[in-house]
């Protein structure tokens, strides 16, 4: 009973970063331009909302620094993927080398190997609710930081912006058919770029809430591929919110799997991590030879 | 015509570069020459680890022992963060130079074996001394030394691990009397709370010699008080995924585990923090990094890396590097490793557990000499021995 509800909270708790990741990337994804510097733009988030927090003390500060820079990241990402035209796996994968070595530089000019926080720490972020607290498994949902309870938010808040307004259609529009768009005066350069900025605005909470919210402390690429995950899910869920979202969290459910089984089978709990990964090869293969499938193409057969 | 313009410029600019090129590499080699004769200076240089110079511990003692030794002896030193690989950094080094190259990361097989074919590094620079630190590489199958210029450099963390494991022990009997109920939420120790936690970044010989240290400090005092503790331990944690680190440890605490003791990186930075958000202990590794999170960290395991950086240098300018033997052993009497002097979490010892504490200490002191004398036997995985759960009946392994 108390393993499941630690697994369950530990689920929530390592799904977070990955869902808000899927989120930022999905209407990149959408508006096709696939954005792989979702893991550079979370740790570039993750590294000034606490150095800032170090330097000022400030929380309000600290969050908006985190958000505005990442959007910057979002900006430069953009003008030169978009007006540039230039090759935005390229682009995102400089973002992502360079966002690591500024917060390594940084980190080396002040002389700490790592940042961690004294005045504040992880327990002052969690929220209680107080019915819920109460009552038994639900009370996983307690106890959580703010982020953590808007990350679950914005599935159905990205499920609705995607579906049910304009916008959404239209950068769906600009992205399966961008010359289409143009001739119906679909402002498309307009709609790549809010997608992408977008995008970055929800991997920055996705930053502050790894390191601020839950550690109260940086250290020196912590975000340790949970952006790549994140791109695999929004593969595997074919760009839809929920269940891209879905992928997310199963990849927490391994997570929170392996960590807690590891007090019962010991190194042996490791081997949890691989489901997600052999689950998605899985899911990918079975989704391209369906689609493959019902597209009759004339070509050559082996 | 417009051509013909454009191939000539391009000759003209890449017979340019080359002359530049050319004029470079010959004015290098004369400073270089130059400098030969000019200072006779001994030259030492450090080749960091990943961690980097500032990294408040393993590497930056090693440069603190360098400086000690410029000071002292007028040598020169150099430090190095290397970014195109170790092996290339080291052989430029010995290119340049430099007599004395400490080799800080993990990353030997150039040095000893050759890789891609190419000559072993120590056999390529006969003349410059390469120490390894944390492992002895330099041997073949039967254990026979391979290259005479290099030193391998070990630390007997096992004995240190075996305090730090004592006085965790020491500390969750008494808990209670120590520290000050309002501001920690320790298990009580019949409610489980005879649990301790173990979190390594990989599971390689480097990492359970502190693991299995550790436990024989635990069995050591369980014994003495005819209790039984639960240990949990986790060898793949990876050096820097410090969110998962904290994780884990939070399991161990809500197992019930008092202390966890991280030998892992970063990962253990995410250790102390969880620590601090459970209000329980921590233990850290190879700095003082105490702290960290003061009063949630107990204390940290040292590898100092200042003693055998200033004592090889020492050697050397006195002339007698070549007297030394090829495996150096570091161990606690030598202040190369031991746990902190606890000054940090003495702070946040409650008024009713000072005497209790003191005690402690005495106690911690006495494992600490019997060590030294040779009476405590601690297991070194370090040098291949193998760990034996029945020496430590009063430790389940979980």
Avoid at chain 2, 289 to 294: A, L, N, T
Wanted: hydrophobic content about 45%; glycine content about 8%.
């Amino acid at each position: 009973m108390e393993l499941l509800c630690n697994i369950l909270y530990d689920t929530i708790y390592h799904s977070t970063p990955i869902i808000l990741c899927v989120l930022g990337g999905l209407f990149a994804y959408r508006a096709n331009v696939l954005n792989i510097a979702l893991e550079g733009m979370m740790l570039n988030a993750a590294f000034v909302s606490v150095l800032v927090q170090y330097l000022t003390g400030n929380i309000f500060l600290a969050v908006l620094a985190a958000i505005v820079s990442t959007m910057l990241w979002g900006m430069v990402f953009s003008a030169l993927g978009i007006s540039f035209k230039g090759n935005v796996i390229v682009i995102g994968l400089g973002i992502n080398l360079m966002t690591l070595a500024i917060s390594k530089f940084v980190l080396k000019i002040m002389s700490l190997a790592n940042i961690s926080l004294k005045n504040i720490g992880a327990a002052d972020f969690k929220i209680d609710i107080p019915l819920i607290k109460a009552i038994p498994i639900l009370n996983v949902i307690s106890g959580h930081p703010l982020i953590t309870y808007i990350a679950f938010l914005a599935i159905v808040f990205v499920g609705i912006l995607m579906y049910q307004t304009k916008f959404g259609v239209y950068v769906r529009v600009v992205g399966e058919n961008e010359d289409s768009a143009i001739s119906l005066g679909i402002n498309s350069v307009y709609y790549k770029y809010a997608a992408v900025l977008l995008g970055s605005f929800f991997c920055a909470l996705a930053g502050i809430n790894l390191s601020l919210e839950r550690m109260a402390m940086f250290t020196g690429g912590m975000t340790a591929g949970r952006g790549f995950i994140a791109i695999a899910a929004i593969y595997c869920g074919q760009g839809k919110p929920v269940v891209s979202a879905g992928y997310a969290i199963l990849f927490g459910v391994a997570r929170a799997l392996a960590i807690n089984l590891s007090i019962y089978a010991g190194p042996a709990a490791g081997m949890f991590d691989i489901i997600p990964y052999v689950l998605m090869v899985i899911v990918l293969a079975v989704v391209s030879y369906l689609k493959s499938k019902n597209e009759k193409l004339r070509i050559y057969k082996l | 015509m417009k051509k013909n313009w454009q191939k000539v410029l391009a000759c003209i600019l890449v017979i340019i570069m080359v002359m530049g090129n050319l004029a470079a590499c010959s004015k290098t080699s004369d400073s270089s020459g130059n400098k030969d004769e000019k200072d006779s200076k001994m030259k030492v240089a450090i080749v960091c680890s990943s961690a980097g110079q500032n990294d408040n511990g393993y590497n930056q003692s090693a440069v603190e022992g360098a400086k000690k030794a410029a000071k002292e002896f007028g040598i020169e030193y150099k430090v190095v963060e290397p970014t195109t690989g170790v092996p290339q950094a080291l052989e430029s080094l010995a290119e340049d130079g430099y007599s004395i190259i400490f080799n800080l990361e993990y990353d030997f097989e150039a040095l000893i074996k050759g890789t891609g074919g190419a000559k072993p590094i120590a056999e390529a620079y006969p003349n410059t001394t390469f120490i390894c630190m944390n492992d002895n590489p330099n041997q073949d199958e039967n254990g026979k030394t391979l290259h005479k210029n290099v030193i391998s450099v070990l630390f007997d963390v096992h004995e240190s691990s075996f305090v730090a494991g004592a006085l965790t022990a020491l500390v969750i009997e008494n808990a209670d009397v120590l520290f000050d109920q309002a501001s920690y939420q320790f298990t009580k120790a019949d409610a489980g709370g005879r649990s301790i936690g173990f979190i390594g970044g990989t599971n390689s010989n480097g990492i359970t010699v502190f693991s299995f240290g550790y436990l024989e400090g635990i069995n050591y005092i369980a014994e003495k008080l005819g209790v039984s503790y639960d240990y949990y331990a986790k060898y793949d944690a990876g050096f820097t995924d410090s969110s998962t680190g904290g994780t884990v440890a939070g399991t161990y605490y809500n197992q019930g585990a008092n202390v966890v003791f991280a030998v892992a990186g970063s990962v253990g930075d995410g250790v102390t923090a969880k620590a601090k958000e459970v209000k329980k202990l921590a233990i850290q590794v190879d700095a003082n990094k105490d702290d960290q999170q003061p009063g949630y960290i107990l204390t940290s395991v040292i590898k100092n890396t200042e003693v055998p950086v200033y004592e090889i240098v020492k050697q050397a300018v006195a002339g007698k590097l070549a007297e030394m033997d090829a495996v150096q052993n570091y161990d606690l009497a030598s202040g190369a490793t031991s746990i902190t002097d606890l000054a940090v979490i003495e702070k946040h010892i409650a008024d009713s557990g000072k005497t209790k504490w003191e005690e402690i200490k005495k106690e911690v002191a006495e494992a600490q000499s019997q060590i030294a004398s040779g009476k405590i036997k601690v297991t070194n995985a370090q040098k291949g021995e193998e760990f034996k759960a029945e020496k430590c009946p009063n430790v389940v392994i979980k």
